[in-house]
């Protein structure tokens, strides 16, 4: 890990943050007076399961894989972290080992809220507390809804699922949020079959591929109609 500077303010990345939205102004020179930059190279380990969470990591450049692994070695993605997600967030306020590692997939550029500052200021500032608390909540909700989608859904339909669940822009077109191959494990598939699944939406002319990590959506009402499908 290498402290960096960045053109781009500390307090435009943690505004930009959804789990900081809606603090106020002193609030959030708090955190930027705490937070400070870090780079990772394409393939470099952030923090790995079990050791002290180092803090809060808010993503403004790249891609983060968080993922936890087994006994055996076997790997489960639990989150492809992109710019202006957190990450680690929940170990940080609870002030417990990591559950999962993280790795850079690209070269990455994130600010770090330190545990310990972030821990001394939460003994008081409860108006932080509260925000930090609904933050999390949505993520408990993402994590419920994923093991929703695991244990009721087919893979046709967790997958178009996440695509409904991307951003989109104008033009129809979604960006995959990492490799394929990551993407598929997270959703607790074979890599193989969440490429058959996409040809099998481009055969219906539903999506059309423009590259390794770009989708276009060609028929949005289709794509919606196939995420609502459960087995």
């Known amino acids: 890990m290498k402290e960096v500077s960045d053109p781009r303010p500390v307090r435009d990345v943690l505004a930009a943050c959804g789990l900081f939205q809606g603090l106020d102004d002193q609030q959030m020179t708090l955190l930027c007076d705490m937070g400070r930059r870090c780079r990772y190279r394409a393939g470099e380990t952030v923090f790995q399961q079990q050791m002290p969470c180092p803090g809060i990591f808010v993503v403004d450049r790249g891609l983060v894989r968080v993922f936890r692994s ?3 070695g076997q790997q489960h993605v639990l989150h492809l972290c992109g710019p202006n997600q957190t990450f680690a967030e929940v170990a940080a306020i609870g002030g417990f080992p990591l559950p999962a590692s993280a790795s850079a997939a690209e ?3 994130c600010v770090l ?4 500052r972030l821990q001394t200021e939460l003994l008081s500032n409860h108006a932080l507390c509260h925000q930090l608390l609904t933050g999390m909540a949505f993520w408990v909700r993402h994590f419920v809804q994923l093991v929703e989608d ?3 859904r087919d ?7 996440l695509l409904c669940d991307l951003p989109c822009d104008a033009n129809g077109r979604i960006a995959l949020p990492g490799s394929k191959k990551d993407i598929a494990n997270h959703l607790n598939l074979t890599s193989e079959t969440f490429s058959r699944v996409l040809r099998r939406l481009m055969e ?3 999506i059309e591929s423009e590259g390794s990590r770009t989708i276009r959506v060609l028929d949005a009402d289709a794509l ?3 995420s609502d ?3």
């Not at 809220?113 to 310990?116: E, F, G, L, M, Q």
């Open 70 to 72: 087994g006994p055996n």
């Open 155 to 161: 893979a046709m339909s967790r997958v178009t699922r």
């Open 224 to 226: 919606g109609d196939i």
């Open 107 to 109: 070269p990455t550029e």
């Open 113 to 116: 809220i330190p545990t310990d």
């Open 204 to 206: 219906k002319q539903v």
């Open 229 to 231: 499908h459960r087995e």
């Open 150 to 152: 695991i244990a009721l």
